[in-house]
């Protein structure tokens, strides 16, 4: 496509129950990356892809998010038993390939736990 | 680890007024630096980068120069207008390296008045 999609724009969830937030890269770009920010923050990293693997997952903060992107190309941030203090909004970007300056982000999925 | 601060803000200014926004960084290698702006409603875009010492970068009328001997990359503009107005956040990668994330600084909000 012509942008980073992400979707939802908006989620609202209870605590404790399980989200999926979605990300379609720009086609072509092989890098995928997700990112959080936080209210009155910058955004922190969380993971990136190169292709299907996880080449860095130090950011995920523990064992309840998650992420895959099984065919290289759409990417899925997954997070269980959520947390009030998992509201944030959640940013992906894509590029070439790693090492690449050219990030372009999507709007984002704002993600408010109950 | 790697560090970015920014000056705190808001900052509000009028109309074709100068502005300068502070931005260091700390970093083990030798990063690249970039500015990041967020207009409101809209995802984040990159506004410029330096990818070397001494280099500057310049987009829209913005400049921002990577100044290694005080570890700077201080945002300015000689005339700011009202569609200025937006969220700017300095950020720095280490692309030499095998990690390709982007660390952000908090970010500051710029109010251009009429």
């Known amino acids: 496509g012509a942008g980073v999609s992400q979707t939802p724009s908006n989620k609202v969830t209870e605590k404790g129950k399980y989200v999926e937030l979605r990300c379609d890269p720009i086609?072509?770009?092989?890098?995928l990356y997700w990112y959080r920010q936080s209210l009155g923050q910058g955004p922190e990293f969380l993971i990136y892809?190169?292709?299907?693997?996880?080449?860095?997952d130090s950011g995920l903060p523990n064992d309840r998010f998650f992420a895959v992107r099984p065919e290289g190309s759409v990417s899925t941030l997954k997070i269980q038993r959520t947390e009030r203090g998992d509201s944030a909004v959640y940013l992906c970007?894509?590029?070439?390939?790693?090492?690449?300056?050219?990030?372009?982000f999507g709007s984002g999925t704002r993600l408010t736990v109950v | 680890g790697d560090s970015v601060t920014q000056m705190e803000g808001p900052v509000t200014l009028s109309e074709e007024a100068f502005l300068t926004i502070n931005c260091t960084y700390t970093?083990?290698?030798?990063?690249?630096l970039f500015w990041y702006v967020q207009y409101p409603g809209e995802g984040l875009q990159l506004l410029l980068k330096?990818?070397?010492?001494?280099d500057k970068g310049s987009n829209k009328g913005f400049e921002a120069t990577y100044r290694k001997e005080t570890t700077s990359f201080h945002l300015e503009k000689g005339s700011v207008q009202v569609s200025d107005s937006a969220v700017y956040f300095c950020?720095?990668?280490?692309?030499?390296?095998?990690?390709?994330?982007?660390?952000f600084g908090k970010g500051i909000t710029l109010s251009v008045r009429p």
């Open positions: 892809f190169q292709g299907t693997g996880a080449a860095d």
């Open positions: 970007a894509s590029s070439l390939g790693v090492g690449q300056t050219g990030y372009t």
């Open positions: 086609s072509g770009h092989t890098a």
């Open positions: 330096a990818t070397k010492a001494d």
């Open positions: 950020a720095l990668s280490d692309f030499g390296g095998a990690n390709s994330k982007l660390t």
């Open positions: 970093a083990t290698g030798y990063p690249s």
